[in-house]
């Protein structure tokens, strides 16, 4: 019999939480909203679906909008604009790469579970230096429902052949955070929109960073992930 894993498993959300893509998903929407009639798509409308699937985004946008293309065809097309954009560079947050090596040198198991198109998510991690260390992967296409349910993470869970409960989700949205409740994982929350910082779903994370990437330690997350000492961290931490 194969025995599991020691210690914890760590499963990462892509998009705001390991890499910077944000920016390239907000530019594929604008532009496939142009292309289809509906101009002046902003940033600010854009942040409201960050943490939530492109699929379930393009129903609410299909919605809105009245549009009459089918939902598979907007998916496609989103899926082309973002990938040339991806393909080009995206950026990894440093402590993000910092934890993912020190994890990694740790033997820990990873894996990657993303709202994103499996294209997407390999597009993304094939351009960065974490590819290799992040093989992995679990996209929303291949559960039945996106966050903020919590199928990609339990999928992520039984994919590394860990028990639910021993994995810790590193989220930068409100929907992820509360699919990782969902789950039964112990949540590290770094909100990539700092007005969410006060919403209700980072409230059971274990350990939050209401300032985002500006405050948080790879060192820090990887003792309290791994139950190492931690020092003691300024106020904005818990």
Request: net charge negative; charged share 20%.
């Amino acid at each position: 019999m194969n025995s599991l894993p020691a210690g914890p498993a760590v499963v990462f959300d892509l998009d705001g939480t390991l890499v910077d893509s944000e920016p390239n998903y907000y530019e594929a929407g604008r532009r496939l909203l142009a292309a289809h009639g509906v101009p002046g798509f902003t940033w600010e409308q854009h942040t409201r679906f960050i943490g939530i699937g492109t699929r379930e985004t393009l129903e609410i946008l299909r919605r809105e909008h009245g549009l009459d293309a089918s939902l598979d065809t907007l998916l496609a097309e989103k899926n082309r604009l973002y990938l040339e954009l991806a393909r080009s560079g995206t950026e990894v947050f440093p402590e993000m790469r910092k934890l993912v090596e020190l994890l990694h040198a740790a033997g820990l198991p990873m894996a990657v579970a993303s709202g994103s198109s499996r294209a997407a998510i390999d597009a993304v991690l094939g351009a960065t230096s974490l590819d290799a260390l992040l093989p992995l992967r679990v996209s929303a296409e291949e559960v039945a429902h996106g966050k903020p349910e919590p199928d990609v993470f339990l999928e992520a869970a039984r994919r590394l052949g860990v028990p639910a409960s021993t994995c810790v989700v590193l989220e930068d949205a409100p929907p992820g955070a509360e699919a990782a409740r969902r789950a039964g994982m112990r949540c590290v929350a770094v909100p990539y929109v700092p007005d969410t910082a006060t919403d209700p779903a980072f409230a059971h994370a274990g350990l939050f960073f209401p300032g985002g990437q500006r405050d948080i330690d790879a060192q820090k997350v990887y003792d309290w992930i791994t139950g190492s000492p931690v020092a003691p961290g300024p106020p904005s931490q818990r």
